[in-house]
């Protein structure tokens, strides 16, 4: 079965960086896309941004170069590199899969919380 795993987050001091991972299982990884969202306490769950297979990345205005998108397939595994975090950053963040029937595939979650 599908299962998409994140790690990495934790607490941040602002300006600071992280870099979020996750692996996947139970699709063929290298040729499809999978995306990074965040969800904050009291607010909708929010695109961060896309990595195809072929590696092209699109990413939501607030990114501003801030975050990074990348791949390892041999991996299996799609990271979010963050950098100059601000305290609003502070989320769970999630990645996600959408199957080829349309149906979205979500890991737990990792905490980022961004505070001095």
């Known amino acids: 079965q599908v299962q998409l795993v994140e790690s990495g987050g934790g607490l941040v001091q602002p300006g600071g960086s992280l870099r979020l991972s996750c692996t996947a299982s139970g699709f063929i990884f290298s040729i499809n896309s999978l995306a990074w969202y965040r969800q904050a306490q009291g607010k909708e769950r929010e695109w961060i941004g896309w990595?195809?297979?072929?590696?092209?990345?699109g990413y939501g205005e607030f990114v501003k170069g801030r975050f990074t998108i990348s791949r390892d397939d041999a991996k299996n595994t799609v990271f979010l590199q963050m950098n100059s975090l601000k305290p609003e950053d502070t989320a769970v963040y999630y990645c996600n899969w959408r199957d080829p029937q349309g149906r979205n595939f979500w890991g737990q979650g990792t905490q980022v919380t961004v505070s001095s």
């Open positions: 990595i195809r297979g072929d590696g092209k990345t």
